[in-house]
């Protein structure tokens, strides 16, 4: 699925603040996560690597051979490059978890940043939004475009190295499962804002 311009854009905007409930499409999917650290903290990590990888995907020549990574946060650039000792605890933690949990090595930022690639059909996925529970459980939301299968090892790599131990899903539901998660009679019942 190529994203386009508008597209990126919009998701943008998602990663700084919830969208509305009209906004949604039909389908959404989630990934239930554990994170070792309190949902605002884990929330901030999520948004500042998002924002930066996004803002790239709009202004960005990904033909170029070096992406520029200054915004990159540290600890998201250290955890993923050769640094990845220097990293902090949280992080080198996650990275553990996602090789364990998908059996395979850790993505190097480079790679990682080129997912966001706008000509690239790789990426399977764009972001919704983020809600939480009482019971410290945060749900990542996707837009996967009604499919049930599509790639996203980028997204778990980024859900463990912000800070948590566990990452499940993909799971496909209509859009009313996460409006009943930002009005609190779901599950998981408190947004973040």
Request: aromatic share 12%; proline share 7%; charged share 25%.
């Amino acid at each position: 699925m190529m994203h386009e311009i508008e597209d990126i854009e919009q998701e943008r905007l998602r990663v700084a603040r919830r969208p509305s409930a009209p906004d949604a499409p039909p389908v959404l999917c989630w990934f239930d996560v554990t994170p070792t650290v309190p949902f605002d903290v884990y929330a901030s990590r999520l948004r500042s690597v998002l924002d930066v990888a996004l803002g790239l995907a709009l202004s960005a020549d990904f033909g170029e051979e070096e992406l520029p990574t200054v915004a990159v946060p540290e600890w998201f650039a250290a955890v993923s490059g050769p640094r990845f000792a220097e990293a902090p605890v949280f992080a080198r933690r996650g990275r553990e978890c996602y090789a364990a949990a998908v059996r395979g090595g850790p993505w190097e930022l480079h790679t990682w940043l080129h997912e966001f690639d706008p000509d690239s059909e790789t990426r399977g996925w764009a972001w919704w939004d983020l809600t939480h529970s009482s019971d410290g459980t945060v749900r990542i939301w996707a837009d996967t475009w009604g499919e049930s299968f599509f790639a996203c090892d980028e997204l778990r790599w980024l859900a463990y190295a912000a800070g948590s131990t566990e990452v499940s899903g993909p799971h496909l539901a209509k859009a009313e499962r996460w409006h009943e998660a930002i009005l609190g009679d779901g599950r998981l019942c408190r947004p973040y804002e």
